[in-house]
């Protein structure tokens, strides 16, 4: 999907054409299907256009913001945060279970009952 300038005004009709300008690098010469880059929607730090967009692109998007950005703008667009996909369990660092100067050679092996 894409941002265009007409969505953004129907969604904001308030928007100002000078920052329509700035979002689409400057160019005048605008019309209802001109591509916003998400870059420059997310560079503009409006939170309200940020939801808008959030909820229509989703990760592709939210992914270009801060990470203190991130959480709060898809906590307000419905969005599962991202920070709590990644801490899902997976993957998780081991440094707090063996500690960094020890070898694997010196790590005691559990004891093996033999079949008698």
């Known amino acids: 999907m894409t941002i265009t ?10 928007f100002r054409p000078e920052d329509m300008i700035k979002l689409c690098n400057g160019n005048e010469n605008l019309n209802g299907r001109t591509v916003v880059p998400l870059a420059n929607i997310a560079a503009y730090g409006d939170i309200n256009l940020s939801v808008f967009v959030a909820g229509r692109e989703g990760k592709s998007y939210t992914n270009l913001l801060a990470t203190n950005e991130r959480a ?24 707090q279970t063996i500690a960094m100067d020890t070898s ?13």
């Open 5 to 14: 300038v007409g969505d953004i005004y129907t969604a904001f009709p308030g």
């Open 72 to 95: 709060a703008v898809n906590k307000a667009a419905g969005l599962k945060n991202y920070e709590e996909q990644k801490n899902n369990g997976q993957g998780v660092n081991n440094q």
């Open 104 to 116: 694997i050679w010196n790590i005691k092996q559990p004891e093996r009952e033999e079949a008698v």
